[in-house]
């Protein structure tokens, strides 16, 4: 009886989707800061600050939440999620209407932030519980939304815009992502304890091992596991972030564009960070969680080495993309690995320790570039600067798999005696 009752896991998939897509606008900041500096009559720089202010307040509110996540369910925590972010969005319109820059921070800054956060971390931990079969795959499809969100939501808040005004527009997309979150949020919840699809028996042939541990965010705390996973994504994030963020002019000045040409390719990373987000995730239910990452570090040492001295075109644009695609694929592998690593007792929780990185390496990754290449004005210099930090992911990653292996083996051990 209990099995009929069950919902459709990839609806809960779908769920995960639209929040992700709904929160993911975030990174079609861009197309608001010109529209919204000039009616505040200041320079774009300090209309970004409510951009990192709402990056550093999603990587706290996921790390400070995560157990309360983990308490209430996905259903509240998505919920209030879709109230925060929503009424982030309109109390951002207000603040344009009142031309109060300090509402328009404490708007989209920390209260749009919180819902960040929140929205983050609620439906991909409650994937990770759906699909033990599919972790790397169900993971990505959710957070693909999130990096895909700027190319559906980009061209929609110009329209509106142009269309309806600034103000009007902020209140229109609050309405709008709340309806999209809140909707999505009555449908997601957990699966029974120790739900499995039919048929499948983790540990049992195949790529799929049993989980490592099933433990609290508390003791993942204890163990070496947390922390080398935390400096691994604080690496790929920082220079990830790093190379987006000066993408444009760095080829402006290698490849000889002109703006326009280097913000058309500014477009088709967004792609490939969404692309790789579904890509790099499925297939690490394949590779192994700890192969995967290590893939990732070892292209990017030689692709941050190189990149500054490579001349031809294509081949620069192909090394480029595909380190974005590991930047994505970071962040969608990463709820599996966490599950592989800790089990789902409190994944949200630890989930959103692990995002703590994210807001620390988004004011680190850039200013390390700039401080770098204003001391050296040298691009070769700054990208060696990465990819020194990239080996020191890469013997971080060979760590993890040591003990990942280890730990294998002791529950293979376990299971012998029982």
């Known amino acids: 009886m209990k099995t009929e009752k069950l919902k459709n896991r990839w609806l809960i998939a779908a769920s995960a989707v639209g929040i992700h897509i709904s929160i993911g606008s975030v990174y079609a900041y861009s197309v608001m800061t010109n529209p919204v500096k000039d009616i505040f009559d200041v320079d774009g720089s300090v209309i970004k600050w409510a951009f990192k202010i709402a990056i550093l307040l999603l990587g706290l509110s996921a790390a400070f939440l995560g157990k ?21 969005i309109l109390g951002s319109g207000l603040a344009v209407q009142l031309e ?20 983050y971390i609620t439906p991909v931990s409650t994937l990770v519980k759906w699909f033990p079969d599919r972790r790397g795959l169900a993971t990505g499809m959710a957070i693909m939304g999130f990096g895909f ?26 309405i709008v992502y709340m309806i999209l979150i809140l909707s999505s949020a009555r449908y997601i919840e957990s699966p029974p304890e120790r739900y499995l699809p039919k048929g499948f028996k983790p540990g049992e042939g195949g790529n799929i091992k049993a989980d490592i541990a099933n433990i609290d965010a508390d003791a ?38 002109t703006p326009m040409e280097a913000a058309a390719i500014v477009g088709l990373i967004g792609v490939f ?7 790099w995730s499925g297939l690490s239910d394949y590779l192994g969680r700890a192969n995967t990452y290590i893939i990732f570090f ?17 081949v620069f ?9 590991m930047y994505g694929g970071g962040f969608a592998t990463l709820p599996a690995f966490l599950g592989d690593l800790f089990g789902t007792k409190q994944l949200g929780a630890i989930h959103g320790m692990v995002l703590a990185a994210w807001g620390l390496a988004g004011v680190v990754g850039p200013t390390v570039y700039d401080v770098v290449k204003n001391a050296t004005g040298s691009l070769n210099a ?11 992911a890469l013997v971080i990653s060979f760590l993890m798999r040591m003990e990942v292996s280890k730990a294998y083996k002791k529950q293979k051990k376990q299971l012998k005696t029982m």
């Open 149 to 174: 969100a700027a190319l559906i939501f980009g061209p929609v808040m110009q329209s509106l815009f142009d269309a309806v005004g600034v103000a009007n527009a902020f209140y229109v997309l609050g």
């Open 220 to 257: 993942s705390l204890k163990t070496s596991r947390f922390y080398y996973i935390w400096i691994m994504m604080f690496i790929n994030i920082a220079c990830g972030i790093a190379i987006i963020s000066a993408a444009s002019p760095m080829m402006q000045e290698k490849l000889n564009y």
């Open 317 to 325: 644009l192909v090394v480029l993309f595909t380190v974005i695609t």
């Open 298 to 314: 070892v292209f990017q040492i030689l692709a941050f080495f190189f990149l500054p001295k490579i001349a031809t075109e294509l």
């Open 68 to 88: 309360w996540v983990e308490k209430v369910g996905p259903k509240i925590s998505g919920t209030t999620a879709g109230i925060f972010y929503g009424i982030g």
């Open 100 to 119: 109060s820059l300090l509402l328009f921070y404490l708007c989209y800054g920390v209260i749009g932030g919180i819902g960040l956060g929140l929205g």
């Open 382 to 392: 700054t990208l060696e600067v990465f990819a020194g930090l990239f080996v020191v």
């Open 273 to 279: 960070n969404g692309l790789g987000r579904i890509i």
